[in-house]
T-cell receptor, first 114, second 111 residues
Framework: NAGVTQTPKFRILKIGQSMTLQCTQD?????MYWYRQDPGMGLKLIYY???????DKGEVPNGYNVSRSTTEDFPLRLELAAPSQTSVYFC?????????????FGSGTRLTVV | GQNIDQPTEMTATEGAIVQINCTYQ??????LFWYQQHAGEAPTFLSY????GLEEKGRFSSFLSRSKGYSYLLLKELQMKDSASYLC????????????FGSGTRLLVRP
């Protein structure tokens, strides 16, 4: 049981480039989330999804886009990368059926924009 | 809006007890979570409180007072491996299960 898998683990982008961060889960969780974590800080919610075909903005959505065509996959797209997007990105999932169940997090993608 | 405050850093001695506080102001509240995050790793779920009182899980306990907008995480019999960041997170009333996180408290356990 792989849980939540994120790829790539590391990436260096040049300013203005674009990329997609991949996230897939094999637990049949309906709810998925993208967070970013800047050094020494907590997690900020970028986008989330409560099921296939449904996405919504979080606290810091500017500069990002998401899609949710299947239950398993929730990719995050960065268009026109900027240095302010240098961060660690975590994908997480939740079954949406139990209040006391914590998120399952992926291992993260460390992104540097230069 | 939501605001969550935690101390930035704490230091404690191996074998001792430490209490990490979290205060929150939210427009809607439906639970408070604590996560542990070791350097370079993803957060892992520690505890969940939705009603007032103390929840105990082995060496870790978490307390909630909804009227005061206050929670704490209590770590007993500290071990070196407890050196990590501890994140407080609040769940709102909507059905999305999205969490708003505090900035985290970095705990250093010394021998």
């Amino acid at each position: 049981n792989a849980g939540v898998t994120q790829t790539p683990k590391f990436r260096i982008l040049k300013i203005g480039q674009s990329m997609t961060l991949q996230c897939t889960q094999d637990m049949n969780h309906n709810y998925m989330y993208w967070y970013r974590q800047d050094p020494g800080m907590g997690l900020k919610l970028i986008y989330y999804s409560v099921g296939a075909g449904i996405t919504d903005k979080g606290e810091v959505p500017n500069g990002y886009n998401v899609s949710r065509s299947t239950t398993e996959d929730f990719p995050l797209r960065l268009e026109l990368a900027a240095p302010s997007q240098t961060s660690v990105y975590f994908c997480a999932s939740h079954p949406g059926t139990a209040f006391d169940y914590g998120y399952t997090f992926g291992s993260g993608t460390r992104l540097t924009v230069v | 809006g939501q605001n969550i405050d935690q101390p930035t850093e704490m230091t404690a001695t191996e074998g001792a007890i430490v209490q990490i506080n979290c205060t929150y102001q939210t427009s809607g509240f439906n639970g408070l979570f604590w996560y542990q995050q070791h350097a370079g790793e993803a957060p892992t779920f520690l505890s969940y409180n939705v009603l007032d009182g103390l929840e105990e899980k082995g060496r870790f306990s978490s307390f909630l007072s909804r009227s005061k907008g206050y929670s704490y995480l209590l770590l007993k019999e500290l071990q070196m491996k407890d050196s990590a960041s501890y994140l407080c997170a609040v769940k709102g009333r909507d059905s999305s299960y999205k969490l708003i996180f505090g900035s985290g408290t970095r705990l250093l356990v010394r021998p």
